[in-house]
């Protein structure tokens, strides 16, 4: 019977890694010391490896006991630094395969594989994307925790829907203006200025931004599917940008210097408002979100509960769960905070992190 799918757990990973790389324990056993993360010239990243060593790739073939009709392989964490000795070119039928968390300088040797529609590249030392020209079919494509500087070489890449570019060193969104499938964009936790060159992902839903430099909500406007947008610990102080995305859904703001809420009047869709850890001292503005079931505002300056009441109580009907901790209305009345707030919004099932007791 043929094998469709190869998962290598924590203790099948570790019994064949010993026995393909029996020479590595003597190697270890001289003890080196870690040094700092770095990029050579040749673009590979080394993170706690002195001088630049690279270790070895398992010697022998550890996967020629696998089914060549498998049709996914995770090899997760097995310290795999050359993807061109384990042939998978034999693996004809390939469509997903996860390399997560390995020594990988390089992406090479995966031409063969033109079946492939998921690869997995997390946690890894390139910082050049290539070797991709082949994998027209990918239609989820992960380049996170690596050290990439520049997006490229991705323009024919044009099946892609899912696209995450999550903690590398990105300073400009470039090159994505074929990508037109493209549905859910990560680019969390990089080095990201402007929000820019995104006009041609028509078909865009998801939008990650958190944890960049980006200091304005701007060039969003053709973005008119889109229904989640995450941009929290940013540099925003003001709400704006948004009167064209009718079809947003959930919107994530928190960890920014914003000052007043404001900006939603084209955005009657919202179920769930991220506001928290800024610095708002009014709740205003929100009243004709009639589909809200999620309001986030902790650590602000709110200390009225009498604004929670006006806005919500009466024009948010699914309004399910507020957080409103760390707040004056929530520091000054300790005990008596989750029962004004109950009473004031009698729909709501949850405060904070509790539930609310019937």
Same mark, same amino acid.
């Given at each position: 019977?043929?094998?469709?799918?190869? /998962?290598?757990?924590?203790?099948? /990973?570790?019994?064949?890694?010993?026995?393909?790389?029996?020479?590595?324990?003597?190697?270890?056993?001289? =003890?080196?010391?870690?040094?700092?993360?770095?990029?050579?010239?040749?673009?590979?990243?080394?993170?706690?490896?002195?001088? =630049?060593?690279?270790?070895?790739?398992?010697? #022998?073939?550890? $996967?020629?006991?696998?089914?060549?009709?498998?049709?996914?392989?995770?090899?997760?964490?097995?310290?795999?630094?050359?993807?061109?000795?384990?042939?998978?070119?034999?693996?004809?039928?390939?469509?997903?395969?996860?390399?997560?968390? @390995?020594?990988?300088?390089?992406?090479?040797?995966?031409?063969?594989?033109?079946?492939?529609?998921?690869?997995?590249?997390?946690?890894?030392?390139?910082?050049?994307?290539?070797?991709?020209?082949?994998?027209? =079919?990918?239609?989820?494509?992960?380049?996170?925790?690596? #050290? !990439?500087?520049?997006?490229?070489?991705?323009?024919?890449?044009?099946?892609?829907?899912?696209?995450?570019?999550?903690?590398?060193?990105?300073?400009?969104?470039?090159? *994505?203006?074929?990508?037109?499938?493209?549905?859910? $964009?990560?680019?969390?936790?990089?080095?990201?200025?402007?929000?820019? @060159?995104?006009?041609?992902?028509?078909?865009?839903?998801? *939008?990650?931004?958190?944890?960049?430099?980006?200091?304005?909500?701007? @060039?969003?406007?053709?973005?008119?599917?889109?229904?989640?947008?995450?941009?929290?610990?940013?540099?925003?102080?003001? !709400?704006?940008?948004?009167?064209?995305?009718?079809?947003?859904?959930?919107?994530?703001?928190?960890?920014?210097? !914003?000052?007043?809420?404001?900006?939603?009047?084209?955005?009657?869709?919202?179920?769930?408002?991220?506001?928290?850890?800024?610095?708002?001292?009014?709740?205003?503005?929100?009243?004709?979100?009639?589909?809200?079931?999620?309001?986030?505002?902790?650590? @602000? &300056?709110?200390?009225?509960?009498?604004?929670?009441?006006?806005?919500?109580?009466?024009?948010?009907?699914? $309004?399910?769960?507020?957080?409103?901790? #760390?707040?004056?209305?929530?520091?000054?009345?300790?005990?008596?905070?989750?029962?004004?707030?109950?009473? &004031?919004?009698?729909?709501?099932?949850?405060?904070?992190?509790?539930?609310?007791?019937?």
């Amino acid at each position: 019977m043929s094998q469709k799918r190869v /998962q290598l757990d924590a203790d099948e /990973q570790n019994r064949l890694f010993q026995e393909a790389k029996t020479s590595r324990g003597e190697d270890e056993a001289q =003890g080196h010391d870690s040094g700092d993360e770095s990029v050579d010239e040749d673009g590979v990243v080394h993170r706690g490896i002195p001088h =630049g060593d690279e270790p070895q790739s398992p010697d #022998g073939d550890f $996967l020629a006991d696998f089914d060549e009709n498998t049709e996914e392989l995770e090899l997760t964490h097995l310290r795999i630094d050359d993807i061109p000795s384990l042939h998978l070119e034999r693996f004809k039928n390939l469509q997903r395969l996860s390399f997560r968390q @390995n020594l990988i300088p390089k992406i090479r040797g995966l031409e063969a594989l033109t079946s492939l529609v998921d690869l997995d590249l997390y946690d890894n030392r390139f910082s050049k994307i290539e070797g991709l020209e082949n994998l027209t =079919g990918l239609r989820s494509l992960d380049l996170s925790f690596n #050290g !990439i500087r520049h997006i490229k070489n991705v323009a024919h890449l044009v099946n892609l829907t899912d696209l995450y570019f999550v903690s590398n060193k990105i300073t400009v969104i470039e090159n *994505l203006s074929t990508l037109v499938n493209i549905t859910n $964009l990560e680019l969390g936790s990089n080095r990201i200025r402007v929000i820019e @060159n995104l006009d041609c992902l028509v078909n865009l839903e998801q *939008l990650w931004l958190g944890k960049n430099k980006i200091t304005k909500l701007e @060039n969003l406007s053709k973005l008119k599917k889109l229904k989640i947008l995450s941009i929290q610990s940013n540099r925003l102080t003001v !709400i704006e940008g948004l009167e064209d995305l009718e079809n947003l859904e959930e919107i994530y703001l928190s960890h920014n210097g !914003i000052s007043r809420i404001e900006g939603l009047e084209r955005n009657a869709k919202l179920t769930t408002f991220d506001i928290s850890n800024n610095k708002i001292s009014k709740l205003e503005n929100l009243g004709h979100l009639k589909n809200l079931e999620e309001l986030w505002a902790s650590n @602000n &300056m709110l200390d009225s509960f009498e604004d929670f009441e006006a806005e919500l109580k009466d024009n948010c009907p699914d $309004l399910a769960t507020v957080y409103a901790e #760390g707040n004056p209305l929530q520091t000054n009345n300790y005990t008596t905070y989750r029962l004004k707030m109950k009473i &004031m919004l009698p729909q709501i099932k949850q405060i904070d992190a509790q539930p609310v007791r019937s």
